[in-house]
């Protein structure tokens, strides 16, 4: 970087309000560089520094959007009073955490899924209806958690995510899965807890790495034959209107090691069904 635009970036840095007054007004002498080191344009640049410095948790090392390893906010009534998220969050290429917390905000721009170097992304949004096919450009993502949204139909593009080890999906109105999470080979945690599945597609049975899979509270009447293929530690199904026999069923023609239904619990190799088993 030229010495000119360090000493700029370090007027920034200084949280001096004379000082970032002053890189404001020199910023624009600067397009060129900011174009080059971050590939975003001076407006982009000073709304993304706006937001940053808004928000505590970056108290520092925020003028260089390439150190920025986190991204976590809390937006809406009682936070961080933004309506939308900032521009030019594609220039925060080395993110490898996305966390987000609104209960303002309907959708997530896909400048967002731009961030190819993201490994775990937490949205918990109440807003949030759809979940963009664009996710699928995540592909060094591990850990998957959508929370608390109104999000019924998951995109077919999630079955891309083939580094995905991890999938926690906790109290949306989810109705299915969509027949490509059979292509999520390494997954091995699956929580579905308190969303509204009523049917599980067969293909459920390819995940060959599955070791955990919650399902409590959904409206479940009945599993997939597939089911039986998966090589499960623990499958949670209370609180879904499955019959009895269905669960013996698991119990005798499966391998799963542990069957938690309502206040049966089922292990295959201790044979206590009085032990509560938790996550």
Not at 214 to 228: D, F, G, H, Y
Request: a negative charge; hydrophobic letters at 40%.
């Amino acid at each position: 970087m030229r010495s000119e635009f360090i000493h700029l970036l370090e007027l920034f840095e200084s949280r001096n309000t004379e000082n970032i007054a002053l890189a404001i007004q020199l910023a624009p002498h600067f397009s060129a560089d900011f174009q080059k080191h971050f590939d975003c344009s001076v407006e982009e640049y000073l709304d993304l520094f706006s937001f940053l410095n808004e928000y505590s948790i970056f108290s520092r090392k925020i003028s260089n959007l390439l150190e920025i390893k986190m991204f976590h906010f809390m937006i809406g009534e009682g936070y961080v009073d933004f309506s939308r998220l900032p521009k030019g969050l594609h220039a925060l290429k080395n993110i490898s955490l996305f966390s987000l917390y609104s209960s303002t905000l309907d959708f997530i721009p896909d400048e967002v899924f731009s961030l190819i170097n993201i490994d775990e992304l937490f949205l918990r949004m109440y807003q949030l209806q759809t979940l963009s096919p664009a996710i699928a450009k995540l592909k060094n993502l591990k850990e998957f958690t959508l929370h608390d949204t109104l999000i019924s139909i998951l995109p077919e593009e999630i079955g891309l995510l083939e580094n995905l080890e991890w999938l926690n999906m906790w109290r949306n109105p989810i109705k299915t899965l969509p027949s490509s999470i059979e292509k999520l080979e390494r997954l091995e945690d699956l929580f579905l807890d308190e969303n509204e599945i009523e049917y599980l597609p067969p293909e459920i049975g390819n995940l060959k790495n599955l070791r955990y899979l919650s399902l409590e509270n959904n409206s479940l009447s009945a599993l997939p034959q597939e089911i039986k293929k998966l090589p499960l530690k623990k499958l949670v199904l209370s609180k879904n209107p499955l019959q009895q026999q269905i669960i013996d069923d698991l119990v005798q023609n499966s391998d799963i090691e542990t069957i938690i239904f309502n206040d049966y619990v089922f292990n295959r190799y201790e044979q206590n069904e009085n032990e509560v088993w938790s996550w």
